[in-house]
């Protein structure tokens, strides 16, 4: 399954550019103190709209900003639980009164991680489980607006509904595949 961000927007280049520079400016030794600058006036702090922490010591300047800022609730989706050398730092965010380390499913027909917080994708809403609570992102133009419920340690489980022509296909193969 092909990443939905590599599907849309994310391919143009004014997209591309904020990435490709903060691919790199993480690495500058003041990127901590100016993220706690910069969530100075915030109360919710989504990390990564498309993408993942793919280097421990980013994940360790992350964990910096999250112990630094009390003040803000953070939400990290990641798929980097897969590989061991994430668990000490991602138990470390998880364990923050602040945060929700929501491990991500791989898959796209609501298959679950066993977790305290985790998410998955669904075909559509009629394939949420009564465990699932629905992302209703959907409806606002992929907008959370007042919505919280991924910043929510108590939801166990956040299901988003499969969006865009690209991915709605690849599910419908699945599916098929698995009939």
């Not at 910069?38 to 922490?53: A, Q, V």
Request: proline fraction near 6%; hydrophobic fraction near 40%.
């Amino acid at each position: 399954m092909k990443c939905d961000a590599r599907l849309c927007n994310y391919r143009f280049p004014n997209v591309k550019a904020p990435r490709e520079h903060n691919r790199e400016d993480w690495k500058r030794d003041a990127w901590v103190d100016d993220m706690v600058q910069e969530l100075d006036t915030e109360r919710y702090f989504r990390w990564f709209d498309s993408g993942d922490i793919y280097d421990l010591r980013l994940a360790d300047k992350i964990l910096a900003v999250m112990v630094a800022t009390p003040w803000v609730k953070h939400w990290l989706p990641t798929r980097m639980h897969k590989f061991p050398k994430f668990a000490p730092v991602l138990a470390k965010m998880g364990d923050l009164s602040n945060v929700v380390v929501r491990l991500s499913s791989d898959s796209v027909t609501g298959e679950t991680i066993d977790a305290p917080n985790s998410s998955t994708i669904i075909p559509t809403i009629s394939h949420a489980l009564p465990s699932m609570s629905v992302c209703d992102a959907y409806e606002r133009d992929g907008k959370c607006a007042k919505c919280r419920i991924c910043w929510d340690k108590t939801i166990s489980v956040v299901a988003y509904p499969a969006h865009g022509k690209k991915m709605l296909k690849q599910v419908n193969q699945i599916l098929a595949i698995n009939l």
